[in-house]
């Protein structure tokens, strides 16, 4: 079993700071692709960026300069760090994490429950 909890979220004036946090525990699965999505209210989920198990890295065009993405592959966390922020990137913000079994047979996802990032104009 996946479980994923994540943390960092806040509220924050215009061109502020905030990082985000999510921690798997994934039992005997094999983590892949570790990422970020992000949902406004009224508008779809969008994925802000992502990371694969060799660090490359992929952003949405609206966060690139100013969000950075990480992962520590020996305690199954990523991170967001998200600097300039503005008032367009409210929303609530979710963990999601691709893993597979050990002989690489199926892929799984799974979602984290969500954090709110408000940022104030």
């Known amino acids: 079993q996946v479980q994923l909890v994540e943390s960092g979220g806040g509220l924050v004036q215009a061109g502020g700071s905030l990082r985000l946090s999510c921690a798997a525990s994934?039992?005997?699965?094999?983590?892949?692709?570790m990422g970020w999505y992000r949902q406004a209210p009224g508008k779809q989920r969008e994925l802000v960026a992502s990371?694969?198990?060799?660090?490359?890295?992929n952003y949405v065009d609206s966060v690139k300069g100013r969000f950075t993405i990480s992962r520590d592959n020996v305690g199954n966390i990523v991170y967001l760090q998200m600097n300039s922020l503005k008032p367009e990137d409210t929303a609530v913000y979710y963990c999601?994490?691709?893993?597979?079994?050990?002989?690489?047979?199926?892929?799984?996802?799974?979602w984290g429950k969500g954090t709110q990032v408000t940022v104030s104009s």
């Open positions: 990371i694969d198990s060799g660090g490359r890295t």
């Open positions: 994934v039992s005997t699965f094999i983590i892949t692709v």
């Open positions: 999601k994490v691709d893993v597979v079994d050990q002989l690489r047979r199926y892929r799984y996802a799974y």
